[in-house]
């Protein structure tokens, strides 16, 4: 279950077996036999593209763009599959029984090569919902919170020795105000944190899309190793990163607000999640020092959060943001998330958020989108532009060459973190 399928030793061998069977499947003892193969794959690849344009771009079933890279690799799925079926008419049965196994390897190919564009998943423990980690040891961490603004040096005198990266751990985080269903979060303590006296350090939500689960944003999006990675530079300082549970299901989507049918999202976020945080964490108790990242769904909830609640976050990093909150297409998002109310459904908009708290006294959000992904651009540029108007200070960040996937996540992390380290006063 800790095979590499995102590598290239799995993925070529995957190829070069699948190229084997279709290249086998392919030759037959009659030309007749030959062309029926030829036009079954063709036949296979065409229903393969009309597939993802009924699914992806007529229905937008996924709410999402598909890249070229995927829809490719949809086609030469179905067009393996459907070599496979037509060798199972009038052939031998070792032909037939080639067949039927060729049809999972051509399946494992594809959704190996649209993973990869999607930059999803590292092992099959990944596919599966495995959480790597255990739970989380607090070692010398206690709940204080304490008003350093963003001056985490004044609490803290750095030992001779750090260890060399923090700590990821599963905790959970009781949903006592809300009752909402929360799944387990996914906490990051860095390097300072892990010492005998550990300083007050800022705070980093942390948010992945939907369908999705706390702990994707590390082992897809490995903001671990981005932490990791700062902390070296800045002496074990970075910010603990708390990957809680706005979702209560990997299909579900309470969008972050509180709903009477989709629970209190909001609550548990903004009310219990804090509370925990604090009981627990030596964190300031200034907004400059707490911030919020999402992607997707994830990254919505981020400028909600920031536009809404400017007294609790100072800053945000959203990755693929959508517009605003939305059960997605087909959804019924005013009647099912707003009891009806689209007087609420309104009011709860980043557009509207932003117009409500303006202006911003020293707010940040910084958008990351990918190059492909044009949608997910035209609401990156409409939401920065909305929040400029606001007296935010804002930053869009274009990943190249890659859509609405965690290849944008990693990038948006790996360039717009410092930006936000930087209003969290790390840089200092």
């Not at 979702?247 to 009310?271: E, F, H, I, Q, W």
């Not at 609401?379 to 609405?404: E, F, I, K, N, Q």
Request: charge should be neutral; aromatic fraction near 10%; hydrophobic fraction near 50%.
């Amino acid at each position: 279950m800790s095979l590499r399928i995102d590598q290239q030793p799995f993925l070529i061998a995957a190829d070069v077996v699948a190229a084997a069977l279709a290249l086998y499947l392919l030759v037959r003892p009659t030309w007749r036999r030959v062309l029926a193969g030829v036009l079954a794959a063709i036949a296979g690849g065409v229903l393969g593209w009309f597939v993802t344009w009924l699914f992806g771009d007529v229905l937008n079933l996924f709410g999402v763009q598909l890249t070229t890279v995927t829809r490719f690799w949809v086609v030469i799925g179905c067009a393996g599959i459907a070599l496979a079926l037509a060798n199972l008419f009038r052939s031998r049965w070792w032909r037939k029984v080639i067949a039927v196994v060729s049809i999972p390897v051509f399946l494992i190919v594809s959704a190996a090569a649209i993973n990869v564009d999607f930059g999803a998943y590292r092992t099959l423990d990944d596919v599966v919902g495995v959480v790597p980690y255990r739970g989380l040891d607090l070692h010398h961490e206690h709940g204080e919170v304490v008003a350093v603004g963003t001056d985490y040096g004044s609490t803290w005198t750095p030992p001779a020795s750090l260890p060399a990266t923090g700590e990821t751990g599963t905790v959970r985080i009781p949903a006592t105000t809300s009752g909402f269903p929360a799944r387990t979060a996914v906490v990051y303590l860095p390097p300072a944190a892990l010492t005998a006296a550990p300083p007050v350090l800022p705070v980093l939500y942390a948010f992945a899309g939907q369908p999705g689960a706390p702990a994707d944003v590390f082992t897809a999006g490995r903001i671990g190793a981005v932490m990791d990675a700062y902390a070296a530079k800045h002496g074990g300082l970075a910010p603990i990163v708390v990957a809680a549970d706005q979702l209560g299901g990997p299909d579900r989507n309470p969008m972050c607000v509180d709903s009477s049918t989709l629970g209190r999202s909001a609550t548990y976020l903004l009310k219990d999640v804090p509370t925990w945080i604090r009981a627990h964490l030596r964190v300031s108790s200034d907004p400059a020092a707490w911030s919020v990242f999402g992607y997707s769904q994830g990254a919505t909830c981020a400028v909600q959060f920031a536009a809404g609640h400017p007294e609790l976050f100072g800053s945000a990093l959203a990755s693929s943001s959508e517009l605003g909150p939305t059960l997605g297409a087909g959804g019924s998002t005013v009647a099912t998330g707003f009891a009806g109310s689209v007087t609420a459904y309104r009011a709860a908009q980043p557009s509207a958020l932003l117009r409500a708290n303006a202006p911003y006294r020293d707010s940040l959000i910084v958008f990351g989108v990918g190059q492909n992904d044009l949608r997910y651009t035209g609401y990156a540029h409409t939401l920065r532009a909305d929040a400029d108007r606001a007296g935010m200070s804002t930053d869009l960040l274009v990943s190249p060459g890659s859509a609405h996937d965690w290849n944008t996540v990693r990038y948006t992390l790996a360039h717009g973190f410092p930006l936000i380290a930087a209003h969290l006063g790390l840089e200092g």
